[in-house]
């Protein structure tokens, strides 16, 4: 896949257009942690595609050194799936908010999870629309006051990794804004993973939704003995109100979407069987010929 | 009978077989030969109710339902009851004699099949049986020979090698029921033809047409949301695109199914989603994205009557509004209707090379009744079909300026790269962008931008109007009344235009397969070369005539129909009656001039 | 100066609280009996960026942003270097000297405030005490009373006392230095006028504007999805509807948003969502149901630049073709554009009596421009508002018979029933249906069903035509231009006409608040009182143009502006001028006829 | 809420639709389950509201005397959450298919569940999609083969009751076609339940999947001894592969929506409170009245 010599470095995937995000949000952390994760991995950037939707987190393709896709608002997994299928050669990724992710994009998850397409699905969860300027998000704690919500929500927050989990995501963690490092460790296991994956990352909004706080009181390590095929066990980590975990919290290597399909067709693909052997099947053919 | 052909029309309960009879004899029909045009109706049961099956088959190829039937063939009473009406003054009624009886008033022939009897006569009591015996005496009246009618059958249940012989005895029993105890009327029979040989003639539905065009033209990828009337579409696919190297996935609704294709079309594929009026309303802020992002993709509307739900059984050609204009602001997309079901195949051809040859979505308008009826089509020369490819930009060099995903071109067209090349890395901007695909607010980039995107249509008029078929014209050479029209109204019209110029009437048609951008100056040639213009379509409101009245200023008599069911020719012929009239137009001696 | 009016432009970094100053200038101006119009931009930073606040100030109401500016307050750098292209010839510059220099060759006035230094003197350091200086600076320098401006500081900060002495500081000494140390400019100074008394006027968004009107109007469901630019409806109504009884959902998505607003009207609730261009876009599936099940609806779509994401903070009039055309088939719907922040009040009236007398979903077209800047609007007379009720069954009396929810009408209103009435069950329906609701194919039944359906368009249009102020008429009695336009550029060509009037020039200017259904006649007669016609309007390819030319036959010259901002009179101008020289029209002696 | 005196029968809830089911769906036996429950709890017709979106599931509402609304595709949710809400005396009900509730429909159920909006939601799932004759849905199981999927599925089929449980939906239980009291039992108690409430019909498609024989080979009643407010028991049962579990897995008493607004709101409403006071508040006041 790539020429044995080369050795790539972070400066190989940054471009040149400069992050608008406010000095202090959380997402910088994960645009480090993937240039990080990519040069390790070693991927040659044109093999590299990233699909958003929109939010401050949708803009992340164009500070990327690679091809991106900044689509609308709640699709960037169908468009992250179609990018994968269309060219299976590629590392590809979706990127995006909670609102974008779990709100208007919410019917798409369970289906890329059941499907297990091979595309890592990073979600920077700041608990708001930060775009927008400040409105509720699916994760946003009850009773939560903002501009859209003056008496405080009244919905209760959703929990993306319980979520995903029942929905059967084949590899599924969780990191943290403050810890860059980690989310490059989490991001290269994601891509190594066959089939879907899902990082969760909690990424404050300092201009609406300031989590450092909350992050550096509840998070903590997933326990070096758990066991991450074991996804009741992983239920567990997630269901604690107490911690926020940071780790993997499950991972089941069956094949990913791509390698089912392989197995699938492969014995049915032939170089005799063409559009033409097709469509020549619908031809009236005389009786005699018959 | 119109010219030389036959309208035969079958009804009886759904599940009775009444659509595998319809479908073997027109099998029969084009294996003998001949040409067939079917119509079918969907109960609005979901098991159970009735079904009419229609054939029109003919000595040349046939363009509509026709008008009224010659031959009724009856399954049950309700096939009798709800059909007799339209059987004209020197119809036959052909009636299963155990299941129906037949009106003491009718005047008109009857043909008595005493269908169960003969069926248990030989022991083959199932429905499938009965249906071959069927198949057998209505293939014995029309003076098909057996022998053709045999290797239907078998081509047909040939790997079923258990049902077969059953089948056949039903198919023999009733050949020779019928030879035993029917006469032979001989306004049952064409005259005969000469097959030609083989592949020379296919028999498909507008679907399939769809879905083989798409595989000719290379489809790599494909998503789709299960929809009447568009899903058979996709099961067609399902089982051959992956067998070809493409892939196929029942998305979880119609946005993903765009939003998937959208991405496959960026990272190369040839890719495509097809659905009905209410999927692509979900699509339309998508399509808004492939337009401002400038990635191909091909969309196939199989128009069925709305709004809304409305009866998705029935045809319409009701979402050209949507097609041109559904979207918010102003995004460059090509909009094509194929005319029949062999120009299905090639609308599919031309939509994937203008998706990629202008970079916009393409969105291809078919219609409930076109998709689903069989009809006889001269084989598609598969060696002739050109590929447009997309512009990619050249090598990259040393020193080159950095990629401009978005150049500013004369044309519009801007090179684009596919992923995997290592020298043109860009992201696909659905903000306004810059050249380099960086999102920008400055106006003078937007005027230029959104000036540069329409451009491509322009470029894309000018070039297809060189392209051969891309509109057609038939009739008289200097024509009084000129019809305009588009998409399957074409058959009806083509039909009616072939007995006007009979009548001596000079009236001619014009039928463009791009509906935006309209070939304009054809068009409007056409229009001033008449004295009056005729648009007739399958909606209330006058999509396509508010169209030509915006875009071409052309004002034109007006013809809808908005029940569901396509044009009789005899509809058609009236409204042409009725300008006539009214303008007093002139009538000559009678005169052949212009091909139909 | 444009006839007795101001325009003052603020330029700053955002977050500097330019913003805060334009409003409380607004508030001041209002107070001290003058008109206002702002105009202000959105950075494209998340965080940051260059933020622009303009106010024109008048004597009467004012009508546009104005052409250019007379004077240009700089806080830093980028409010000099970005604006002062546009300043006039004889404007004046007020900078903050401690962060700006003025280049060399500036011959115009220039006012530096060392704005720094000031609030560093005084102790308060803060942003929110230097915008106070800057606030009283300029408050003096354009005359307004202090006392009015202290009264604005204290009810904008009325509640939080911890902050009103240090502001009210901050203001005092603006006030104090520029009586100290700046000359008084005579052309900063408008005529003193008379204030009204309290509730004459009131000082708004169009936004706020349109979430007013609902409330007015009775809204007690609002679902909504946030974006820009139509967001703080939603914020502002979370605020009121809940302590006003009624329920505000934000829904997971426009689609989810729209089909509670449904639910919920169909429950008997006015309901109403607000969204942009790639809201509606997802929701046109929707709007087919409605119209449909004739279930009363309100959407608003404050139009921004498109398409796709396009330039969410930017200006455009570009979704008229959605509006009226977006969705599968033909499904009549009522689209409405308000041409002021006045008339936003007014037009939610109208669209939620429309959308409940014709049952049908109500379309508001607003603008980004109208819908964040504040106008002064004279109050509106809340005691004389009309309610149109929604037509519904009478009492059921025994033998009746069964309740016809889909009665085919004279008018195409059939009554609706609400549930909890114990005598009219039905099933609201998306499948086509007979008058009791009831799925139906039936080719007769369908025609009468999309004829009732259409009818009711129709009623609409003779109904509305009676109403005051559907549409106005401006301008010359017997013109030889006539302008048609809609929604907020009829400011501009108001504006543009009372000049031209001036010059001699007889044009006139028609414009419609309802869009679909046209006031077909009236504006045809206004088309056929003049000699030429021009249609402005904010996007590329003429969505107005093309649907008074396929709609009414009417041609007229096309001005186009596509760059997400809103006209200035100047263009209108420049185009009449044209048009003036093209077809050689006569100029006259200056007269006054006519109104603007 | 109704005059003492009515005692309702079922017949006061048949419509005079017929249904166009084929003879033997298991969506007859949702229908007569609901005409049962609605009789029991004596609900007056004219308070009671069905919507749907499009399916042979969806064409319930009709076949049923009380107000009903047949929607598009995948809308059920959202209308009957407009419906509660813009009428809160009403009992609302939604109702479908599982094509409608998890593929085209899946993005509203968590957000339902967030609001524990007062809406009694009845999946009948058939595990195809019934009306455009037999595609696979979210539920068919993994390589099932149908004319859209010739080869087999290669997704693996998602579990409703784990997902629901999974958002927190405050109340779900589980019927099958073949025992209509049972199903009446659930309704009548989801009905009574504050707040959301779901209930997963397995229910045959005769015509593309018939499910009879699975459901009597699998079904199981809950354990009696199961407690319905413990979380981690519900899942346990819907997480077991052999047994179909009937019954209620779980259930939260927290307020519904309609009560929570009560609570919230009510200390603000206030005759003096009108949509005048809001407006009267831009008004510019001259100084002296300020
Ligand atoms: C169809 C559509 N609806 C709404 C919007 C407006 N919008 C843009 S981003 C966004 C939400 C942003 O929140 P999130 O996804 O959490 O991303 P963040 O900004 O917090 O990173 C919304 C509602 C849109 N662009 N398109
Ligand atoms: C937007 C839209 N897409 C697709 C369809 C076609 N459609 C109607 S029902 C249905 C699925 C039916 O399956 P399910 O929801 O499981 O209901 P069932 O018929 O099995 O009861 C589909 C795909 C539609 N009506 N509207
Ligand atoms: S608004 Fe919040 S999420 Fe957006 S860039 Fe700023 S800090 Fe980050
Ligand atoms: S097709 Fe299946 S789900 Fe639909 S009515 Fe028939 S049995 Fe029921
Ligand atoms: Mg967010
Ligand atoms: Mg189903």
Known sequence: MTTATVRRRVSDYKSDVKPIWCPGCGNYAVLSALYRALADLNIPPEKVAIASGIGCSGRFPAFVRAYGFHGVHGRALPLATGIKLGNPELTVFAVGGDGDAFSIGGGHILHAARRNVDVTYIVMDNRIYGLTKGQPSPTSAQDMRTKASPYGTMESPMNPVATLLSYYATFVARGVSTDPRMIAELIKRAVQHPGFSFIHVVSPCVSFNDLYDMIKRRQTPIPPDHDVT?????????????????????????????????RKFEPYISPDYTARTVIERFCVTPPNEG | MLEDSIVIRLGGESGEGIVTIGDLL?????????????????????????????????????????????????LNQDGYDRHVDLLSADGIIIYNSDAATIS????????AVPLDKIASDIGVGSRAGKNMIAFGVIGRLLGFPRDIAESVVIRRLGKRKDLLEANLLGL????????????????LRLPPTEPEGACKRMLVTGNQAIAL?????????????????????????????????????????????????????????????????????????????????????????????????????KTAQSDLWMAVHGASDEGPRIVLAPTSVEDCFYQMINAFNMADRYQ???????????????????????????????????????????????????????????????????????????????????????????????????????????????????????????????????????????????????????????????????????????????????????QFADLLKSELGIDGYRLNKYEGIPFYTFEIEERIDRIYEELGLPEYEMEQEGAC
Chains 1, 4 share one sequence.
């Open chain 2, 360 to 542: 916009v979505p393409v969105i291809v308008l078919s219609e409930q009744a076109l998709a689903t009826r069989i009809e006889t089509v001269p084989a598609w020369p598969l060696d002739k079909l050109t590929r447009l490819e997309r512009v990619t930009p050249p090598p990259a060099q040393e020193g080159d300026e950095p990629y401009k995903r978005y150049k500013i071109t004369e044309n519009g067209i801007s090179p684009m790269a596919i992923p995997g090349d290592p020298m043109h890395y860009y992201t696909a901007e659905g903000l306004e962008h810059t050249e380099f695909g960086a999102p920008s607010y400055d106006p003078e980039n937007r005027r230029a931008m959104m000036e540069k995107r329409w451009r491509k249509m322009e470029t894309a008029y000018q070039e297809y109007r060189t392209w051969p078929m891309m509109f057609r014209r038939f009739g008289a050479e200097k024509p009084d009344l000129g019809i305009i029209c588009w998409g399957s109204v074409q058959g009806p019209v083509r039909e009616a235009l072939k007995r006007q110029l009979h009548k001596g009437r000079r009236v001619a048609a014009f039928v463009p397969k791009v509906l935006s951008p309209l070939p304009r100056d054809e068009i409007r040639e056409f229009a001033d070369s008449c004295k009056a213009i005729l648009i007739p379509e399958l909606n209330m409101r006058g």
């Open chain 2, 213 to 313: 065009g798409a595989l000719a033209a290379g489809l790599k990828f494909y998503s789709g949301y299960p929809i009447t009337p568009a899903t058979d579409i996709m099961e067609f696919l399902a089982g051959e695109l992956p067998r070809l190297g493409g892939t196929l996935i029942q998305a979880e609704d119609e946005i993903a199914a765009l939003a998937m294709c959208i991405g496959a079309s960026f990272s190369g594929a040839r890719a495509m989603t097809a659905t009905s009026g209410p999927g692509v309303a979900l699509m339309t802020e998508l399509l808004g994205l492939a337009s401002m992002t400038e990635v191909p993709v091909v969309v196939v509307d199989v128009q069925r009557s709305g709004p809304s739900t409305g009866m998705p059984t």
């Open chain 2, 104 to 111: 003491p008033d009718e005047t008109r022939r009857t043909l």
């Open chain 1, 230 to 262: 074991d996804h009741d066990a992983a239920m567990d980590l997630t269901l604690d109100r107490e911690h926020l975990y940071v780790g993997v919290f499950y991972q089941d290597d069956r094949p990913g979407y791509v390698e089912m399909l392989r």
């Open chain 2, 172 to 187: 023999r029993t009733g050949y020779e029921w019928a030879a035993d105890n029917l006469p032979v009327v001989d306004d």
């Open chain 2, 26 to 74: 027109a099998r029969l029909a084009g294996a003998s030969g001949y040409w067939v045009y079917t119509l079918r109706s969907f109960p609005a049961e979901i098991l159970g109710g009735h079904v009419m099956f229609q054939l029109r088959i003919g000595m040349e190829t046939v363009r509509s339902v026709g008008d009224r039937i010659d031959a009724l063939v009856a």
